[in-house]
């Protein structure tokens, strides 16, 4: 897994009656404020967050992922966000699925107090903290792998992502600055399936924390009827949607495609504000 990392990104949700034509103009925007958005193909991504049954990863504010993106899985870490205006920043740990990925990720969460109830085949009793053999880590399926360490999944979303490189006008030879995605969010529940439309902007390259809030303030500027701030995550958001699923207060509130309406999206806010740590 890679060096300690810190991502840098914000948020808009879609908010427009009409989510899809809001996210197509959003889409076809060539330049917003200093840059210039270099159009990249469309990609299709499948998430599954794990944690334990009793949700310590939650627990500890850790977001835990195995990513399915280009026939390619990579496991992420995700923890200690700071808010900041439009964005925030905090600590993430990517890596292509491997032995080494894994451990890595393991420490992580030992350095953090989360030890992971596992159980050595064959011996019917929980351990704490085993280590995974790295001979046959990433030999099975990873979620398989990631079991037998006592984590399962919570949340499994598929989005359809339109991202664009964002390039500085004045340098565009020094390359991305940051990427700008309309993302499609579909999140998977037993009581229903659920869509957010979000535009993200993350740090690249060169680009820091004023890059995403330049790019994030002029959007929100130029589209103050289509685009609202959102300071919560994709977990967290999915779990806020998945409790207020259950509890049927999304009756009448979702359209044909599953959209949640802009009516919902204050209640959906507030219910996150209410129950966010």
Known sequence: MSEHGR??????LVNADDQAAAGDRVAALETVDRFQL?????????????DTDDGALAGSRVAF???????????????????SGLASERLELEAPWSAEALQAALEE??????????????????RRGAPVDREE???VEPLADLAALGLHPT?????????RD????????????????????????PAGRARLLEVEVEAKGSGGMETVQSVLGA??????????????????????????????????LLDGDRRIRPAAHNLLAEFLAENSP
Do not use: M
């Open 7 to 12: 991502e840098v990104e914000g948020v808009l």
């Open 38 to 50: 270099r159009p990249r193909p469309a990609q299709r991504i499948r998430d599954v967050y794990i």
């Open 65 to 83: 992922r195995l990513r399915d993106q280009d026939d390619r899985p990579l496991l992420t870490l995700k923890a200690d966000a700071v808010r």
């Open 109 to 126: 969460l030992r350095r953090r107090g989360v030890e992971l109830p596992t159980s050595p085949e064959g011996s019917g009793e929980p």
């Open 137 to 139: 880590a990433g030999a």
């Open 155 to 163: 949340q499994t979303r598929e989005t359809t992502r339109t991202p």
């Open 166 to 189: 964002v390039v500085e006008r004045d340098d565009p030879a020094a390359g991305p600055v940051a990427e700008l995605t309309l993302d499609d969010v579909a999140y998977q529940f």
């Open 219 to 252: 959007l929100a500027e130029r589209f103050p009827d289509d685009l609202r701030p959102w300071p919560y995550g994709k977990l967290a958001t999915g779990r806020a949607v998945e409790q207020l699923l259950a509890e049927g207060r999304f009756e009448g």
